[in-house]
């Protein structure tokens, strides 16, 4: 849990979607079971040194269901999150799909023997569930730690600071693209390096 209690997020809730779930009085009975879902607009994410916007608003789900002892809460969001690439600063775009999990002790409920009260929520006296954290703690998990626009991203260049993914700059031709110059001055055989003697590997 250390992860999330670094990470500092601002949701505005979308006008008659509300991120918090007020638990309708029919759940209260044993194995009731009902479906909800909204859709909450993030302004801004910021998931350790990385800030995250959403273009569009996330879609949320949620299964709850009464265990007799508890509410479980299942269910998912997904959306559209942007950072900057961590090597060339253009967007990152990453789809997310990350799954809610919760789970509320009812009035009354025993903990577990063995078992700490800090581990367990309760469902508040208000009978309203927090959403928010239960959708912040599922995209957490969706986000990488380091966000690369492509895997092979090939970053900027150091000296000139070009975008290399758009083709290589000038810079590149000082450095090295195989035995160069200075590497034949100093092993006349350097070009030799990549050439096969072996005329038996054509031969089958
Ligand atoms: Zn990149
Ligand atoms: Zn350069």
């Known amino acids: 849990m250390d992860e999330l209690s670094s990470v500092r997020s601002s949701l505005r809730v979308v006008s008659g979607d509300p991120l918090s779930l007020e638990v309708p009085a029919e759940l209260f009975s044993p194995a009731e079971f009902a479906q909800f879902e909204g859709t909450v607009a993030v302004d801004e994410f910021e998931c350790g040194p990385d800030s995250y916007r959403f ?24 959306g559209e999150a942007r ?12 789809d997310i799909e990350g799954e809610i999990e919760g789970y509320f002790l009812l009035d009354g409920a025993e903990i577990p023997e063995g078992a700490d009260e800090d581990e367990f929520d ?23 730690l380091v966000p690369l626009c ?10 000139c600071g070009a975008n290399l993914n758009e083709g290589p700059c000038g810079c590149e031709k000082e450095q090295s693209d195989g035995p160069d110059e200075f590497e034949l001055a100093k092993n006349p055989f350097a070009a030799l390096a990549n050439f096969s003697f072996d005329s038996d590997e054509s031969a089958d």
């Open 55 to 78: 273009s569009e608003p996330l879609s949320w789900h949620a299964d709850v269901s009464n265990t007799g002892d508890a509410l479980l809460v299942t269910g998912n969001v997904t």
């Open 150 to 159: 492509d895997e092979d991203c090939k970053g900027l260049c150091p000296t």
């Open 122 to 144: 309760r469902l508040p006296a208000n009978h309203v569930l927090d959403m928010e954290s239960l959708v912040v703690a599922a995209i957490v998990f969706e986000l990488p």
């Open 83 to 94: 950072t900057d690439c961590a090597r060339c600063l253009e967007d990152a775009v990453f």
